[in-house]
């Protein structure tokens, strides 16, 4: 059963970079869509891009200036870089997978992410 | 892209059915019938619901059921249990390859 594990930095300083990590437990990397939701304490979800297993990439367009996703299947993780944050980025940060691009199956336990 | 609207809370006592809606724009639904609904528990991560508008991913109980109609897309709870309490969340493709959720409802079984 695949499971995804997630970690990063967890306090962090405006202007800093954020940068977390996926790590894709029990099963096969290729074949799925790998994404990033985050939510910032006390509200709702938000969709920040994801990335296939080719490396194609699509982005939420509030955040696509600042965000970059990347793949390496040879370690069979993903990882997320958010440029420039500030406090209104402070959130649980997400990573989710599903086989279909239209859903999101998995979900990491999640990374508490404050500027 | 704004977020989807959802109610700010639906209530219901056990056994009893409740409904959830989901609002957008054309623009937002189209037509890919590709809404999901997603349940979480304070704490937790997201689970998912039901995708493409009305399916039950395996392990999830068939009193979920998920519609779709014009700009609105509905998740309804029948039969309702203590478990089901927590923030429900719709999320639809908007085209031009993103994602957009709803604000979320929060339910309470009483």
């Known amino acids: 059963q695949v499971q995804l594990q997630q970690w990063g930095a967890g306090l962090l300083k405006s202007s800093e970079a954020l940068s977390l990590t996926c790590a894709v437990q029990?099963?096969?990397?290729?074949?799925?869509?790998w994404s990033w939701i985050r939510q910032p304490p006390g509200k709702g979800l938000e969709w920040i891009g994801e990335?296939?297993?080719?490396?194609?990439?699509n982005y939420n367009p509030s955040l696509k200036s600042r965000v970059a996703m990347t793949a390496d299947s040879s370690k069979n993780q993903f990882s997320l870089r958010l440029s420039s944050v500030t406090a209104a980025d402070s959130a649980v940060y997400y990573c989710?997978?599903?086989?279909?691009?239209?859903?999101?199956?998995?979900w990491g336990r999640g990374t508490l992410v404050t500027v | 892209q704004s977020a989807l609207s959802q109610p700010v809370s639906v209530s219901g006592s056990p056994g009893q059915s409740i409904t959830i809606s989901c609002t957008g724009s054309t623009s937002d639904f189209g037509s890919y019938n590709l809404v999901s609904w997603y349940q979480q528990h304070p704490g937790k991560a997201p689970q998912l619901m039901i995708y493409e508008g009305s399916n039950r991913p395996s392990g999830v109980s068939n009193r979920f059921s998920g519609s779709t109609s014009g700009n609105t897309a509905s998740l309804t709870i029948s039969g309702l249990q203590a478990d089901d309490g927590g923030d429900y969340y719709c999320c639809s493709y908007a085209g031009r390859n993103i994602f957009v959720f709803g604000t979320g409802t929060t339910v309470t079984v009483l």
């Open positions: 029990g099963g096969p990397f290729s074949g799925y869509y």
């Open positions: 989710a997978a599903d086989r279909s691009g239209s859903r999101f199956g998995l």
């Open positions: 990335i296939n297993n080719r490396g194609s990439t």
